[in-house]
């Protein structure tokens, strides 16, 4: 322990009936670093920031900042600590404007009950009075603003956010530096980051470590959560590894190698390479012909796709976020109505039909969004795992539904998918699993039923490694066993390592075609921005974002 | 001497607490009532001694309770079942008029024995009330039409149909009162025993189809998947329109057969202002038994004391009518609050000594 530390942690032990989340782990952290908290999900990681920031009391251990010993019990003895966090999911009001969201975690009393307050109607002593002032803290809200303040705030530390603009007007890059501002607004020693750039795009995520290299350079202090190795690579100065709610060890980013981190992680040596077996390709089962689709806000996002998906083919969809493969997805899936053109599953044309009649004929749908279209997160995990299959005929006769059988079903998708955190199939909440857990309990759901054809859109999206893997050897198998898949995911990597096909989308449109084997990224970057690989002259490099992502 | 109170969310709620509340509720409610009684020169005591043990312990108490129960449990089934697809149906009401209007026309107008004319009543009932919450379920499933108030509207015109009805074509008895003409013996709901009408059975019967639709058939589970997730549901090829459909029209119907139930089993005709709003006191029974079709009876039951000991309670002292309804919606404020309570926890602390200057922080201003 150096003098430079400002956060200890000792010993932390937190349980969880059946589960051990944090199992004596320590922790320090200097003033000035970016701190790296390494882990896959479920490993403990936000366990251990929600007991440092007081949503959780720790069962056993003690938390030291700055040498003296913190007694959390709720986040605002964090805040007033100095600890502030930015959770993954935004807490922001999206009608209030951006200083009033900073204002609104302090809890300023409404302008009448301030004491200070200059001409407020009501009597200085019953303003001042100890029990009024405390009720007036809990139950009202006073909105005026010193937006000067926070626009000075802002300024300081680059942030070029317009205070008094409203939320829902900023891009979820502006909203998550809004999100950081309001820390900052408290006087935060020391920030937490839950997996900031999960919802970021690549160009939003390199802004957001040019922030985070400017407030350890005022003198915070960062806690930077995450399960990317790139990003630990870019930001972090020293990193701690937890597997299983424990400590593996703490190191210097650059005294160790990518693949030292993907195994103290994992376990286990992690292979970033896959062997992908010659499958023959059988009938189609699924062809597309001229579709064409809105987005949800009526504009053209589709304009006359053709395609051809064989049994045993993994057809890898590349493009830039936005360029229609969305609408692809779900048109593909049932769930969107084509405005023109014809889909043939199986031969058989299904344009325009219910949703039921796609997954009755062998559909499945790995969506983007895994708490919009994926799942129910108020419902069991039982629920969840059985909401496409629950009318097959072995869950009891019409009209009735034997729960007992769907446990099961559920309890053997959560075994062979190693599904954890998962303690009572009935009793879990799909919301309560982290997102690779979700994730892989989402594809166990639309595998098992052996579909002909499989639509995964981004499915390794804010999955952690060892999921990573997990999922791409699944859908490897799946391909074996002659499922059709479309692929669609912003990771090249994972389009190049699993595709027998590779499209690329801009605009709506197929403009390139070509195979893993013969393929040319730069061409492939080229064309994801709609740049045309045959002119010379557009010589300009493909976006840093576009081809640099990726883990291996 | 400082007083501070602070207010923390609960990571989980005690099992004494979560058991517990109910009772409080009622105790709390009670105690604030008190005060009202006290100020009428009404011991409350003896005020609430007739207002429970009179209701529970006496056969008279005993049969009216279980006579009102029956709309009220029909009635709350009528907002259950949409509550669990994510709806409110506000209009059981308007469900519970035009069910009554239409089995009550059948009941006058067809000649059929006993046995063959209440079912044909409590079907015609229960075709109207489908038909009068189908509407808002239509509305809401083809046009995104908000429930909420289509339904409750809808109450209004149930009502100014049945104003219209009971002074003119279906207008009936001496008098020019707004009521209808006496039930024949046959269109009146035999008698299940001690002067409880079968209706009660009809309640009950529903409540066990309702757990049963809702715990051990698909449709349960598809209204579940639905009334949590919408978009998910129909991504595994729920219809989310069938399920809006039904739930309405099946919640309509319920209410509809409370409503039958209450005109040929318990006030042999049909009256203009015949019931106390079972239709709205519905939606706080709903809400208490929002775990399951059992709860939603027992709350019914609950109510059903609370409208006869209020009843018992205003003839014995001679308190107001409006006192009853006092206790009344005491007690489901009270209800909201204890939710309050169960996710929070709110302490004082009392600190003695010089007062410090407010504890406001200073760092937000200039």
């Not at chain 1, 790296?36 to 251990?48: I, P, V, Y």
């Not at chain 1, 023959?280 to 053209?300: F, H, Q, S, Y």
């Not at chain 1, 051809?308 to 969107?336: D, F, P, Y």
Request: hydrophobic content about 45%; some cysteine.
């Amino acid at each position: 322990m150096s003098e430079h530390t400002t956060l200890r942690m000792e010993g932390i032990l937190k349980e969880f009936p059946g589960v051990v989340a944090n199992d004596h782990i320590d922790l320090s952290v200097e003033r000035g670093e970016i701190h790296g908290l390494l882990g896959e999900n479920g490993a403990g990681k936000s366990t251990l920031m929600k007991v440092l920031y007081g949503l959780y009391s720790q069962d056993d251990g003690d938390i030291y900042l700055d040498g003296e010993r913190l007694d959390l019990e709720s986040p605002q003895d964090a805040i007033d600590a100095g600890i502030g966090m930015v959770h993954q999911h935004f807490m922001l009001i999206p009608r209030l404007t951006v200083a009033e969201n900073v204002v609104l975690g302090e809890r300023e009393p409404a302008t009448a009950f301030r004491s200070d307050a200059e001409g407020s109607w009501l009597p200085a002593t019953v303003r001042n009075n100890s029990l009024v002032q405390s009720l007036a803290g809990q139950f009202s809200l006073g909105l005026d603003v010193p937006e000067q303040r926070i626009q000075d705030l802002a300024d300081q530390y680059g942030f070029d956010i317009d205070v008094s603009a409203k939320i829902w007007e900023l891009d979820v890059g502006q909203q998550q530096r809004v999100e950081i501002l309001k820390a900052l607004y408290r006087d935060v020693d020391l920030l937490i980051l839950d997996e900031p750039t999960a919802v970021l795009t690549p160009t939003e995520a390199e802004r957001l470590f040019d922030s985070l290299e400017r407030l350890t350079d005022e003198g915070l202090s960062i806690i930077f959560i995450t399960h990317k190795l790139t990003e630990v690579d870019a930001i972090v100065d020293r990193v701690t590894v937890l597997r299983e709610g424990q400590n593996v060890g703490t190191a210097a980013v650059s005294s160790v190698s990518r693949a030292d981190l993907a195994e103290m992680m994992v376990g286990r040596e992690v292979l970033f390479d896959i062997d992908r077996e010659a499958v023959d390709l059988g009938d189609p089962v699924l062809r597309a012909r001229g579709v064409k689709a809105t987005d949800n806000r009526d504009i053209e996002a589709l304009s006359g796709i053709d395609l051809t998906v064989r049994q045993g083919e993994i057809v890898g969809i590349a493009g830039v976020s936005g360029n229609g493969q969305k609408e692809l997805a779900e048109v593909m899936a049932g769930i969107r109505d084509v405005t023109a053109g014809e889909l043939l599953v199986n031969g058989e044309d299904i344009t325009g039909a219910k949703p039921k009649t796609f997954v009755d004929s062998g559909v499945s749908f790995v969506p983007e969004d895994r708490l919009q279209y994926g799942c129910a997160e108020d419902l069991s995990v039982m629920h969840n795992a059985t909401m496409k299959d629950f009318r097959d005929g072995r869950f009891g006769d019409r009209p009735f539904l034997d729960y007992g059988e769907l446990r099961e079903y559920a309890e053997t998708l959560v075994e062979e998918f190693d599904v954890r955190g998962v303690s009572d199939v009935t009793e879990t909440n799909a919301g309560d699993l982290s997102g690779g857990n979700l994730q892989k309990l989402i594809l166990a759901r639309e595998i098992y039923r052996d579909p002909d054809l499989l639509i995964a859109n981004q499915p390794t999206r804010g999955v952690d490694v060892g999921a990573i893997e997990f999922i791409r050897e699944t859908l490897l198998e799946q391909r074996k066993a002659g499922t059709g898949i479309i692929l669609l995911s912003e990771d090249l990597d994972e389009i190049f390592d699993l595709s027998d096909r590779i499209l690329v989308v801009y605009e709506g449109e197929f403009v390139y075609e070509t195979t893993p084997a013969e393929a040319d990224r730069e061409r492939i970057g080229l064309e994801m921005t709609g740049g045309d690989g045959d002119d010379e002259t557009v010589a300009s490099p493909p976006q840093s974002g576009v081809t640099q992502e990726g883990e291996s | 001497m400082n007083v501070a109170v602070n207010v923390d969310a609960r990571e989980d709620i005690p099992v004494w607490l979560a058991y517990g509340t109910p009772v409080f509720t009622v105790l709390a409610a009670l105690a604030v009532s008190a005060i009202a009684l006290v100020v009428l020169d009404v011991n409350p005591v003896a005020a609430y001694a007739t207002m429970f043990v009179d209701t529970l312990f006496t056969e008279f108490g005993l049969r009216e309770t279980l006579t009102k129960a029956v709309p009220l449990i029909l009635t709350g089934l009528a907002v259950y079942l949409p509550l669990k697809a994510g709806l409110f149906n506000i209009g059981a009401e308007g469900q519970l008029v035009a069910g009554a209007l239409a089995g009550t026309w059948v009941g006058l107008n067809v000649s059929l024995p006993g046995l063959a004319l209440v079912p044909l009543m409590f079907v015609a009932a229960a075709v109207a009330g489908g038909i009068w919450a189908g509407i808002p379920a239509y509305l809401r499933a083809r046009w995104d039409v908000n429930e909420i108030i289509t339904s409750l509207l809808l109450t209004f015109v149930a009502l100014a149909i049945q104003s219209y009805l009971l002074r003119g074509p279906m207008q009936g008895g001496t008098g020019n009162f707004p009521q209808s003409e006496r039930f024949s013996e046959a269109a009146t709901i035999p008698e299940l025993f001690g002067g409880v009408h079968a209706g009660l059975l009809v309640a009950v019967c529903m409540v066990v189809v309702t757990y049963v639709l809702m715990t051990k058939t698909r449709l349960g589970f598809e209204i579940t998947f639905v009334g949590s997730n919408d978009e998910a549901a129909q991504q595994a090829g729920m219809s989310k329109f069938y399920v809006y459909l039904l739930v309405f029209v099946v919640g309509g119907a319920f209410a509809a057969m409370g409503g039958i139930s209450e005109i040929a089993g318990a006030q042999g005709r049909y009256r203009a202002g015949f019931e106390p709003g079972y239709g709205f006191t519905a939606i706080p029974i709903a809400l208490l038994g929002r775990n399951s079709a059992f709860k939603v009876m027992l709350a019914g039951l609950f109510f059903a004391v609370l409208f006869v000991g209020g009843s018992s309670m205003e003839v014995a002292f001679g308190v107001p009518a409006a006192l009853v309804e006092i206790i009344q919606a005491l007690v489901i404020l009270f209800l909201i609050t204890a939710e309050f309570f169960k996710s929070y926890r709110v302490g004082i602390d009392v600190k003695r000594g010089p007062a410090e200057t407010p504890a406001q922080p200073q760092r937000g201003d200039d």
